[in-house]
């Protein structure tokens, strides 16, 4: 899909980090005028819903250095350069909460802020959820508490914003949704 | 919330530009080491869900650069400094699709990239919806093509990629589930 295409004139890359990069494009608008495009360069991500036997969804609070604050997110992960979503997937999931998948469904692919960076989420839904032998595995620099929360307890998360991300809200809608209709086949 | 706070012990701004800031953060992490943190500065923004009086959600198809594509979202829009949230909606609303509401009920404010920038969105959901009398006015360097979407046909744009946006996702399954108990109360 390309309608209103942009096309790019130059770009200037600013900063090349070990995360993201920072460019300024000049670009052609589709009215032939130029304009600037200030744009983020990211590697991309993965987030999984994990639903325990009881209906529980798998969260992790962290501290978000970017808000200042603490949040409470489905567990996530960056992609490794070459590496399958499904696999990061899998890795996040048992590194961060010490569960393993049988396998993954792709629920969903995101963008996360279309207006300046290209990082694209895959949201997976972990089936066959087995809590692991091994503990939780985390980065150098990862400081996460494992929780297991049920969704009416999500929803007043989310009302009184302790859950606070994108990725997380749509993941406890889409989860209320997965369990209302399993229940009901089930009843 | 500030479990597991990290402190900055100093902040290398390294960017400022028309909509967003970079800045690289030294940190002290809880166990006492310290790390870099890439930060982007964004001054927030405002999404609508619009439903029309038919069931049908009002999106605009536009040309994001940072992804190279052009992709199907509810109406958005940033925040300009010191301007209420509500505001920049109803703004927003009028703008880019020619509709006003006469107000708005706050649906969920979100993180859309916590990892790395400190953008906001304050999603609203449109109460009492009209098409105004005036034609939508768009920014110099906008240019967006409107469309009236019901669920089921969002349901299939999310599984074909066409919504490829975390906020609209969140708005579709937000939408499918207000629809469906305000149908069911009608019935």
Same mark, same amino acid.
């Given at each position: 899909?390309?309608?209103?295409e942009?096309?790019?004139?130059?770009?200037?890359? &600013? @900063?090349?980090?070990?995360?993201?990069? &920072?460019?300024?494009?000049?670009?052609?608008?589709?009215? %032939?005028?130029?304009?600037?495009?200030? &744009?983020?360069?990211?590697? %991309?991500?993965?987030?999984?819903?994990?639903?325990?036997?009881?209906?529980?969804?798998?969260?992790?609070e962290? @501290?978000?250095?970017?808000?200042?604050?603490?949040?409470?997110e489905?567990?996530?992960g960056? &992609?490794?350069?070459?590496e399958?979503?499904?696999?990061?997937?899998?890795?996040?999931?048992?590194?961060e909460? %010490?569960? #393993?998948a049988?396998?993954?469904?792709l629920?969903q692919t /995101?963008?996360?802020?279309?207006?300046?960076?290209?990082?694209?989420?895959?949201v997976?839904?972990?089936? %066959?959820?087995k809590?692991?032998?091994?503990?939780?595995?985390?980065?150098?620099d990862?400081?996460?508490?494992l929780?297991?929360v049920?969704?009416?307890?999500?929803?007043?998360?989310?009302?009184d914003?302790?859950?606070?991300?994108?990725? #997380?809200? /749509?993941?406890?809608?889409?989860?209320?949704?997965?369990?209302?209709?399993?229940?009901?086949?089930?009843?």
């Amino acid at each position: 899909m390309k309608k209103f295409e942009e096309k790019t004139i130059h770009t200037n890359r &600013l @900063y090349e980090g070990k995360i993201i990069n &920072l460019k300024v494009d000049d670009v052609t608008l589709p009215n %032939g005028k130029t304009s600037k495009r200030e &744009l983020i360069e990211h590697p %991309g991500a993965v987030a999984i819903i994990a639903i325990t036997e009881n209906q529980k969804i798998i969260m992790v609070e962290q @501290y978000r250095k970017a808000l200042e604050r603490s949040i409470i997110e489905i567990p996530a992960g960056k &992609l490794e350069k070459g590496e399958k979503p499904e696999y990061t997937a899998m890795r996040e999931l048992e590194e961060e909460t %010490g569960y #393993t998948a049988d396998h993954l469904e792709l629920v969903q692919t /995101f963008s996360t802020s279309p207006g300046f960076a290209d990082e694209i989420i895959h949201v997976f839904f972990a089936k %066959g959820l087995k809590k692991s032998t091994s503990e939780a595995v985390l980065d150098d620099d990862e400081f996460v508490e494992l929780m297991e929360v049920p969704i009416a307890e999500a929803e007043e998360m989310m009302a009184d914003n302790r859950i606070f991300d994108a990725k #997380t809200a /749509f993941a406890v809608l889409w989860a209320k949704q997965r369990l209302s209709i399993e229940n009901e086949n089930n009843s």
